[in-house]
């Protein structure tokens, strides 16, 4: 059981690139979600999932996109990457959604 | 809209004393709250949770914390801290609306323990 895997650990890219953050759980949970945590700010949501099919924006979607085909997996696309989405990405899975949320080991993100 | 409060950035205490870390919430009827933990470069991990029932919720590693409703507060506390003990602590909070439910972090306190 890994629980909540992301990859990669770290990346650097330039300005106007785009990339995909993989996001993995094997708890067979409902919901995903993706934040990003800036120093001082706590962390942010980007977007969620409730089930395969079906996400929603949160708080700071500009920027991003996602999809949910699986069950399992949860990507968060950037697409033409900015400095301001530099930051620490994690994604968090939960089974129901007042449960504790359990979190994967962050993708450090640098564009530049 | 939903909020948190961490006022303190930095909570220094001696190993052996007890320890509080700060939370108020603003939250729009019954709030669901929690406490998450993060260690150098790791992801969060949660420490306790209050949904409802007694105002005082036990976790793990020996932490606890009391919902204070009248208060809008939350605070996070240990009768005897630990070095290891030292980590970024997060506050959070959301309102269960019957289909997804997102949560409201603060913005974080860092625990320094030492000897």
């Known amino acids: 059981n890994a629980g909540v895997t992301q990859t990669p650990k770290f990346r650097i890219l330039k300005i106007g690139q785009s990339m995909t953050l993989q996001c993995a759980q094997d708890?067979?949970?409902?919901?995903m979600y993706w934040y990003r945590q800036d120093p001082g700010m706590g962390l942010k949501l980007i977007y969620y999932?409730?089930?395969?099919?079906?996400?929603d924006k949160g708080e700071v979607p500009n920027g991003y996109n996602v999809s949910r085909s699986t069950t399992e997996d949860f990507p968060l696309r950037l697409e033409l990457a900015a400095p301001s989405q530099t930051s620490v990405y994690f994604c968090?899975?939960?089974?129901?959604?007042?449960?504790?949320?359990?979190f994967g080991p962050g993708t450090r993100l640098t564009v530049t | 809209a939903q909020s948190v409060a961490q006022p303190e950035d930095q909570v220094n205490v001696a190993e052996g004393n007890p320890l509080t870390v700060k939370c108020t919430y603003s939250?729009?009827?019954?709030?669901?709250l929690f406490w998450y933990v993060q260690y150098p470069n790791r992801g969060l991990q949660f420490l306790l949770k209050?949904?409802?029932?007694?105002?005082l919720v036990k976790g793990s590693y020996g932490f606890e914390a009391e919902f204070n409703k009248s208060q809008t507060s939350f605070p996070l506390k240990k009768p005897s801290a630990l070095v290891s003990d030292s980590a970024l602590y997060f506050c959070?909070?959301?309102?269960?609306?019957?289909?997804?439910?997102?949560?409201?972090f603060g913005t974080g306190t860092r625990l320094q323990v030492t000897l």
């Open positions: 968090a899975s939960t089974k129901q959604g007042v449960d504790e949320q359990y």
């Open positions: 708890m067979n949970h409902n919901y």
């Open positions: 999932s409730v089930g395969a099919g079906i996400t």
């Open positions: 939250v729009s009827g019954n709030p669901y």
């Open positions: 209050y949904i409802t029932g007694d105002n």
């Open positions: 959070a909070a959301q309102r269960y609306t019957g289909t997804a439910s997102k949560l409201t």
